[in-house]
């Protein structure tokens, strides 16, 4: 059964960091293209972030020099480490595995929606 459990959001002052991690279970994450996106409260979910199986990256332009994504293939997890934060960046954080992706643009989502990890960004 393909589960996602995110973690490592928080509340941090604008300028901060934060580092979030996806331990994946069901499925192995080096297999699919990995994604990282985030709901705002009102708003629809947006795509942040993805790694392809080739290790290739793309990144919302809003987020693009501030925020990394990356996996451990050995611990079967993703991350997303977030620099320079800013109150725009406020928002439930989701990863999602990919049967289908197209860099920054399509993701055909493997499985449920975890919880998610709330970051919360003040000024």
């Known amino acids: 059964q393909v589960q996602l459990v995110e973690s490592g959001g928080g509340s941090v002052q604008a300028g901060g960091s934060l580092r979030l991690s996806c331990a994946a279970s069901g499925f192995i994450v080096s297999n699919y293209a990995m994604t990282w996106w985030r709901q705002a409260p009102g708003k629809p979910r947006e795509l942040v972030s993805g790694?392809?199986?080739?290790?290739?990256?793309a990144y919302r332009d809003s987020v693009k020099g501030r925020f990394t994504i990356s996996r451990d293939d050995s611990k079967n997890t993703l991350y997303l480490q977030m620099d320079s934060l800013k109150t725009e960046d406020t928002a439930v954080y989701h990863c999602m595995g990919c049967q289908v992706y197209i860099a920054g643009q399509y993701c055909q989502t493997l499985g449920l929606w975890g919880e998610g990890t709330q970051v919360t960004v003040s000024s």
């Open positions: 790694i392809d199986t080739d290790d290739s990256t």
